[in-house]
């Protein structure tokens, strides 16, 4: 059971370049989320996808697309990277509504835009 | 948007000294949440709070909810190094989103 997988680890990009950050569960949860994290701002989400199939705008959308391919995986994409995109990236699931909010996340991706 | 403020946004404590962390919503929550982050690493749930007044003690870690249930608090007693992190609160409006405070910082001085 590897819980939530991200790939790439680290990504440098040139501006207008762009990328697909890959994000993987196995353990069968219906909701997943991208997050950005920049110093001092905390996790801001960017979007979400409450089951497969759907998806939804967090705080902070420009910029990137997603896809929730099945119920196991959920893909950040970025058209055409800018240097205000550096930042480090998580991913994270949550279990089915039993009451409980808990999230688990993955261990990030760092991107660099230069 | 709907805003969670969290202080402070670091803190430095003697190893041994107690340290607590602050949560404020303007907003009546649905629930609260709180993770660690080591550095380098990715946060990691604690421990999640639901009732007005709820405290919940986890070994030296306290968590409690206020009684208007918009604002927490995380109080450790008697630090040790392997409490070094960033400590997060996560707040539920009632919706699938959870909205993070920007976290505190905790640094031990052996």
């Known amino acids: 059971n590897a819980g939530v997988t991200q790939t790439p680890k680290f990504q440098v990009l040139k501006t207008g370049q762009s990328m697909t950050l890959q994000c993987a569960q196995d353990?069968?949860?219906?909701?997943m989320y991208w997050y950005r994290q920049d110093p001092g701002m905390g996790l801001r989400l960017i979007y979400y996808?409450?089951?497969?199939?759907?998806?939804d705008k967090g705080e902070v959308p420009n910029g990137y697309n997603v896809s929730r391919l099945n119920k196991r995986e959920f893909s950040l994409r970025l058209e055409s990277a800018a240097p205000s995109q550096t930042s480090v990236y998580f991913c994270?699931?949550?279990?089915?509504?039993?009451?409980?909010?808990?999230?688990?996340f993955g261990p990030g991706t760092r991107l660099t835009v230069t | 948007g709907q805003q969670v403020m969290q202080i402070p946004q670091y803190q430095h404590v003697q190893e041994g000294e107690d340290f607590t962390t602050y949560c404020n919503s303007s907003?009546?929550?649905?629930?609260i949440q709180w993770y660690k982050q080591r550095p380098g690493g990715h946060p990691v749930f604690l421990i999640q709070?639901?009732?007005?007044?709820e405290v919940k003690k986890q070994k030296r870690l306290t968590f409690q909810f206020g009684e208007a249930k918009k604002n927490s608090s995380l109080h450790i007693t008697a630090t040790q190094t392997t409490d070094v992190g960033t400590y997060f609160c996560?707040?539920?409006?009632?919706?699938?989103?959870?909205?993070f405070g920007t976290g505190t910082r905790l640094t031990i001085i052996p």
């Open positions: 996560a707040a539920s409006f009632g919706n699938e989103k959870l909205t």
């Open positions: 907003t009546t929550l649905s629930n």
């Open positions: 353990m069968n949860h219906n909701s």
């Open positions: 996808s409450a089951s497969e199939g759907t998806t």
């Open positions: 994270a699931s949550r279990p089915p509504d039993r009451g409980s909010y808990e999230q688990y």
């Open positions: 709070l639901v009732k007005s007044g």
